[in-house]
């Protein structure tokens, strides 16, 4: 019901920002809740963060927090997910994620999908 395009990644220097963006497709974007996740090479796919379908809450995993923001643009069908400060080991492979009504958390959720954007943070 919803299509996800990722874009924004690149390579960055540590201590550097990117910004993230997730395009979706549908009339009903503003009725999902949104995530980011990533997988970086030899582990699983982890929660980064998220925000419900209303702009009322957000979450963030613990390694991000104080230096991420997800949020949303609903009259533009995008998530956005703004990251400063960044580590090397951000890097990975970003993906966008959508689950009606409520935030996906992880990957049991079953959201949808887009295809992903990497994030090389150098040292």
């Known amino acids: 019901q919803v299509q996800l395009v990722e874009s924004g990644g690149g390579l960055v220097q540590a201590g550097g920002s990117l910004r993230l963006s997730c395009a979706a497709s549908g009339r009903t974007f503003s009725t999902y809740g949104m995530a980011w996740f990533r997988q970086a090479p030899g582990k699983g796919r982890e929660f980064v963060a998220g925000?419900?379908?209303?702009?009322?809450?957000?979450v963030y995993a613990d390694s991000v927090k104080g230096r991420f923001a997800i949020s949303r643009d609903n009259a533009k069908n995008t998530v956005y997910l703004q990251m400063i400060s960044l580590k090397p080991e951000d890097t990975a492979v970003y993906y966008c994620?959508?689950?009606?009504?409520?935030?996906?958390?992880?990957?049991?959720?079953?959201?949808?999908w887009g295809q992903g954007t990497q994030v090389t943070v150098s040292s």
């Open positions: 994620a959508a689950r009606p009504g409520v935030i996906p958390t992880k990957p049991d959720d079953q959201p949808y």
């Open positions: 925000i419900n379908r209303n702009d009322a809450g957000t």
